[in-house]
């Protein structure tokens, strides 16, 4: 008999309890990690979602929502079913709510859906059928709804969440439409976080600095920098230096410098300033 402890740490990969990590076949499936796999864990898809907000928001594949245990265990009782196609498993223990058209994302029915969940404390689970693209929109388009969050912060959330996630043109133009739908023109956001390019992957810094950057070095000696060499001269009062008898300073704007030898006569030497 399994012990609970074995019973409270199912299978990372394919969900099942089995001792995975000591190379025990599973059961059910027949899933074995192999050597290759041991020194990198994360090969595999997770048979877990991606949780993207604590305790309530998570994001994953068709893969995901088939596995009844696995979910009960993260206390998920709510499905939004992005893909009509998508068969609902299992009516009689979650609550499902599937989309209707498998083009144009429906956001508002989704987001209405999302929002009631939110208001009962209750966890729920976005999937479409790889968890990349459908359900990963509906959870940005949700981030900028109920969060006040832009398309780019949304995305950039979600992104560092689940990694797999990859838009499609169309679904990115629709959420950009989306977004211009909240928050008006999206002029006012350019200078903030710049907007994505409407490519499969976007990828963008967000204005951070990356790992590699140099760090910028404060020039000199330029037309558009002050200098502590090109400043003007410190504005010193000219002194009269004498080397012998004293005597009282030039105020004519000049320096006069007297040796004052016996004898010398008017020879004093004067310097410009």
Excluded at 20 to 45: A, L, Q, T
Excluded at 206 to 219: A, E, H, L, R, W
Excluded at 220 to 239: K, L
Aim: charged content about 20%.
């Amino acid at each position: 008999m399994m012990r609970k402890r074995e019973r409270e740490n199912p299978c990372g990969v394919c969900g099942h309890y089995h001792k995975y990590e000591e190379g025990e076949v599973c059961g059910i499936c027949g899933h074995r990690m192999p050597d290759s796999d041991k020194s990198s864990p994360h090969h595999h898809v997770s048979a877990f979602p991606s949780q993207i907000l604590p305790d309530f928001l998570y994001l994953g594949s068709y893969d995901n929502a088939s596995r009844s245990e696995l979910l009960k265990t993260q206390g998920i009782s709510h499905i939004l079913n992005t893909v009509p196609a998508c068969q609902n498993l299992y009516k009689n223990s979650f609550t499902y709510h599937c989309l209707q058209d498998d083009k144009t994302l429906q956001f508002d029915d989704a987001i209405k859906f999302l929002e009631q969940c939110e208001r009962e404390k209750a966890r729920v689970l976005v999937h479409c059928m790889s968890g990349k693209n459908r359900s990963p929109a509906i959870v940005i388009a949700y981030l900028m709804k109920s969060r006040r969050w832009r398309l780019a912060q949304s995305y950039q959330w979600v992104k560092e969440r689940r990694p797999a996630v990859e838009l499609t043109q169309a679904v990115y133009q629709q959420l950009e439409e989306l977004e211009q739908k909240i928050f008006g023109s999206t002029e006012s956001s350019s200078a903030a976080m710049p907007a994505f390019p409407p490519v499969t992957t976007p990828s963008f810094s967000f204005g951070f600095p990356k790992v590699n950057d140099q760090v910028p070095i404060p020039t000199f000696n330029t037309v558009a920098a002050n200098s502590i060499f090109t400043g003007q001269p410190a504005e010193i009062p000219h002194q009269a230096f004498q080397f012998g008898a004293s005597q009282p300073p030039n105020n004519s704007g000049t320096a006069a410098f007297s040796s004052n030898p016996p004898n010398a006569g008017s020879g004093d030497i004067q310097m410009d300033s």
